[in-house]
């Protein structure tokens, strides 16, 4: 009976997404894309991952986890499986399902939607799984040290510079996120700003006023954001507020620069803590809400299944849907970061090695089911405003008649006149160029939103939350990431000069605090300098770099698995594997060697030296396109490095002239009870 | 209704485990001591130092 409910949730969905794939002409409800995934997530859990937990990875409960083995009331503790089910979710959702499949919508809801749910049932929860599964049975370790013990000490040394690398990249794309949405918005940069002393007042709170009271001054904390987009409002219309909070992208750049690098000096109670239980609460809540509002909405997509932008011509960023739609939308299908993840906090909460399934795989199917909700808050918009609000000055024309007509000579009409309208309604003085995907997703869930209560007259108010909401979570990984990445480069100075190690020693952590901001504040200037808009280069580069971090992962899990089954299972990991490495490659050999001037780094180089005048700002541009095919560049050799040694590492084990090694800790019978989780 | 004080009572330690309040709790149960200002410090100074040295996701 079970199996047949199964193969019913699999019939259902395969039919409606076959049916959303091949049907054209009509209008498509929002639903449709709801029912399609999550009846495939119910069959990819019940029979693909439930096939892998049983028979690949065979899950034992009588066997003792680190949990238990290990547990000193800190890190390792046995915990009940639903509360380390929201702890890894809460964790592994960040800005990019979000941000990426709105990017992606640029060539029609179908490509992004079929990547999001084939990504993640094939490829992201089966990464998060077995990197879970290999974390508990090797004492909770990390990625980068499973990677040192199982493929060899150039692996884990790759994996770590890889981390590094791809934090400074992570970090400058997010921030050019923030600032996009920001720039020229009194409204929101107040709102933002008044989360900073709110932050502190909550970590003063509970240092000294009421100690561990987290949800108590956390739903304080709600309210005075709240009170605070109420304010933005009236500071957006005061004559005198309103030009201290409208700032430039340059301006709010050197802001966030300069918060990243205080948040990363600071005590971590004071604002960093604070801000993190507040943004972790505002974005569960945010995506539960908005799940609610699209059941209860049921919107019509405007967005076409396929624009004629898969041809690689689009403003929002160029390049084919081949390759460059499956590393635009990472974290919603599959995204290397999660090997982190599932390799840090979760695995030393696992009571239970079955519970490993509804963590680790269960998790990425609710993220990736985020990512098409993102992708329907896009498409819900009318498609000419959507390219209105995502393409740069530099492909639509620098005033606001130039981009109505381009937009609409390519086929989705929109006018000034319905531009500005949009924009006034949402306390907006423009919404052209808002490059980045922040701005519209907030206009979707704020289209979203009013359709579920309040109407039109709370449209403003919607669109600010929704931006309040990306911006304060998006800023929470800022600091935090500044801070890890501070730590990561402290470890590798350390080898050099033994001090710079210590993270209490304060020139050291001052010097490598400044080095980690500056790293990823020069990517974001270039990004916001960029007259493309940033996005076109950076998004990539990060898709690429998270992406290839996911080959290192799933490099990890096949190694694993040869070890524990031959080659039996290989195709588990190697099938998702394979195509991202084609995808990854593909796009980074494009990125670097394009002959077009908007794909290819240095083509584009090298179409600005031809300039006859050549200001600094001409030669800054050459320099940083010079840097992006170098920094892509690096990436492939780093992965590729790790990819040859896992291959010889798998054909030595496989033709028997290499001998399995396992790593894996022995066998202890468990003896917690059920109570005790 | 005995489902629906099961679904509550799981939302809530979920909220309680991301706002570290069980965390908390364990660590005053290790060190056999009341809830004050000066334990919560102690408490955050060694679980911060952990919490924040990790990645946080994209």
Redesign the interface.
């Known amino acids: 009976m079970r199996h047949l409910i199964s193969a019913g949730f699999g019939i259902i969905g395969a039919v409606v997404l076959a049916g959303i794939a091949i049907n054209r002409g009509e209008p498509v409800n929002s639903m449709w894309l709801v029912v399609a995934s999550v009846c495939i997530y119910i069959f990819a859990y019940r029979v693909y991952a439930s096939w892998i937990a049983v028979t690949v990875m065979a899950l034992d409960d009588n066997r003792a986890t680190p949990a238990e083995r290990l547990r000193n ?3 390792y ?1 046995p ?2 499986k ?2 380390v ?3 890894h979710f ?7 399902p979000l941000v990426g499949p709105t990017l992606a919508a640029q060539f029609g809801y179908l490509p992004g939607t079929l990547w999001i749910i084939i990504g993640a049932v094939l490829g992201g929860c089966v990464q998060d799984f077995v990197i879970l599964f290999c974390s508990i049975r090797r004492d909770g370790k990390s990625l980068g040290q499973m990677a040192r013990e199982e493929i060899g000490r150039v692996g884990g040394f790759t994996a770590l510079v890889t ?1 590094l690398l791809i ?1 400074i990249i ?1 970090l400058a794309v ?1 921030a050019l996120v923030v600032v996009n949405a920001l720039k020229g918005s009194p409204w929101g940069t107040f709102t933002i700003a008044a989360t900073m002393p709110i932050a502190v007042f909550m970590g003063l709170y ?3 006023f009421r ?2 009271k ?2 108590e001054i ?1 739903v304080i904390g709600f309210g005075l954001v709240i009170g605070s987009i109420f304010a933005g409002e009236w500071v957006a219309q005061s004559a005198v507020w309103a030009p201290w909070f409208t700032l430039s992208g340059v301006t709010l750049a050197l802001c966030v620069i300069v918060y990243g690098f205080a948040a990363s000096a600071l005590p ?2 004071l604002l ?2 604070p801000r993190d ?1 507040l943004s ?2 505002v974005k ?1 809540g945010v995506v539960i809400m908005l799940g609610i509002g699209i059941l209860f909405v049921q919107p019509q997509l405007q967005m076409p299944a396929l624009t004629r932008f898969i041809d690689g011509t689009g403003p929002v960023f160029a390049g084919n849907v081949f390759p460059f739609c499956f590393i635009t939308i ?2 919603g299908a599959i ?1 290397g ?2 090997s ?2 599932s390799s ?2 979760t695995p030393k909460m696992i009571a239970r090695e079955s519970h490993a399934l509804p963590v680790g795989y269960g998790s990425m199917l609710l993220e990736s089911f985020v990512a098409i909700m993102a992708i329907i808050s896009a498409c819900v918009l009318d498609p000419g405003v959507y390219f209105a609000v995502n393409s740069p000055a530099g492909v639509v024309g620098a005033t606001a008649e130039a981009a109505v007509q381009t937009i609409s000579a390519w086929g989705f009409p929109v006018t000034a006149a319905q531009m500005a309208a949009l924009a006034k309604s949402v306390g907006e003085e423009t919404l052209f160029y808002r490059t980045g995907g922040a701005p519209s997703l907030a206009l979707g869930m704020a289209h979203i939103f009013s359709k579920s209560g309040g109407g039109e007259r709370l449209l403003a108010f919607w669109y600010h939350f929704a931006i309040m909401f990306e911006a304060l979570f998006i800023l ?2 800022i600091d ?2 500044t ?2 990445g501070r ?1 990561m480069l402290q470890d590798l100075m350390g080898h050099f000069y033994k001090p710079l190690g210590r993270t209490s020693w304060m020139p050291g952590v001052v010097g490598s605090s400044a080095a980690v901001v500056l790293a990823w504040g020069f990517f974001l200037y270039q990004g916001v300098i960029d007259p493309l808009g940033g996005i076109n280069s950076l998004w990539p580069l ?1 898709g690429i770099a ?1 992406q290839l971090l996911a080959i290192i992962a799933l490099c990890l899990c096949t190694t694993v698995l040869v070890k524990m089954n031959g080659a039996k299972y290989i195709w588990i990991p190697l099938l998702p594997m394979a195509w991202l490495v084609t995808v990854t490659f593909t796009s980074a050999l494009m990125k670097i060697f394009s002959a077009q001037p908007r794909i290819g780094f240095i083509s584009a180089a090298e179409g600005l030296e031809k300039l006859a005048v050549q200001t600094d700002a001409t030669r800054t541009l050459i320099f940083n396109n010079y840097l992006d095919a170098f920094l892509c560049g690096l990436f492939l050799v780093l992965v590729s490095t790790i990819l040859i040694d896992s291959v010889r590492q798998w054909i030595g084990l496989l033709n028997g002239s290499r001998q399995p090694r396992s790593t894996e800790t022995p066998f202890v019978q468990s003896t917690l009870t059920p109570e005790e989780i | 209704m005995k489902t629906l004080r099961l679904f509550t009572s799981v939302v809530l330690a979920i909220l309680r485990e991301l706002a570290d309040q069980n965390a908390y709790d364990r660590h005053l149960k290790i060190h056999a001591c009341p809830n004050s200002p000066e334990e919560y410090r102690r408490f955050q100074s060694v679980h911060f130092k952990a919490k924040y040295q990790r990645a946080k996701c994209c």
């Open positions: 009331g800190h890190d503790e915990t009940n639903w509360i089910f929201g702890h809460a964790a592994i959702a960040g800005p990019g981390v934090m992570l997010v509970l240092r000294y100690p561990g987290v949800l956390s971590v109670w960093l803590a239980y972790t609460f569960l990472a974290c995204s970061f999660h982190l993840i840090g906090t929470t990984i935090a990431g801070r890890v730590f990060f998270n």
